[in-house]
T-cell receptor, first 112, second 114 residues
């Protein structure tokens, strides 16, 4: 059984660019959630996908968007990058009705 | 909406001493409660969870936590700390089995001194 994997582990982008982060959910899980963790803070919920549909969204602007694929892997897309988007982006997968979420190692995004 | 407060930003403890990390939550119904640990530059690892039933829950790495509804608390404890326990600890609350959104506290950094 494989855990949650994210790619890439690190990347650097320029302000105004677009970025795509990827997540493979844990085997048997059909729900993926994305979180943003700024330096020195707790993770903040961005959105969740369940069976390929968005199933809840946190307080993030529309330039944060996502997808979930039939194999339940997921992408997080961020357009028009801003300096404040620099953070660790965490993906978590889970299986309903169980609520425990298992996290990947994260993608460290730096916007310069 | 649910929220979590971790009153202690940083705790220093001697190796072999006991550890208690505080967590207070705000939620109208019975919450789902979690403790996660994060080592530098790493993702989050689930230590333990509370859904219902026995209010004292056991987790991995010798940790336990107690749910106290009257105090809206879910404090994490370990009787004897090891140097490898140095990390950041996050308490999180979920609203229920149909809502996987987790609200996290700001975290408590634990330093272990020899």
């Amino acid at each position: 059984e494989t855990g949650v994997t994210q790619s890439p582990t690190h990347l650097i982008k320029t302000r105004g660019q677009q970025v795509t982060l990827r997540c493979s959910s844990q085997s048997g899980h059909n729900t993926v959630s994305w979180y943003q963790q700024a330096l020195g803070q707790g993770p903040q919920f961005i959105f969740q996908y369940y069976r390929e549909e968005e199933n809840g969204r946190g307080n993030f602007p529309p330039r944060f968007s996502g997808l979930q694929f039939p194999n339940y892997s997921s992408e997080l897309n961020v357009n028009a990058l801003e300096l404040d988007d620099s953070a660790l982006y965490l993906c978590a997968s889970s299986f309903r009705p169980v609520t425990e979420a298992f996290f990947g190692q994260g993608t460290r995004l730096t916007v310069v | 909406a649910q929220s979590v407060t971790q009153p202690d930003i940083h705790i220093t403890v001697s190796e072999g001493a006991s550890l208690e990390l505080r967590c207070n939550y705000s939620y109208g119904a019975t919450p789902y409660l979690f403790w996660y640990v994060q080592s530098p530059g790493q993702g989050l690892q689930l230590l333990l969870k509370y859904f219902s039933g026995d209010t004292l829950v056991q987790g991995i790495k010798g940790f336990e936590a107690e749910f106290k509804r009257s105090q809206s608390s879910f404090n994490l404890r370990k009787p004897s700390v090891h140097w490898s326990d140095a990390a950041e600890y996050f308490c999180a609350v979920g609203a229920g089995s149909n809502d996987y959104k987790l609200s996290f506290g700001a975290g408590t950094t634990v330093t272990v001194r020899a």
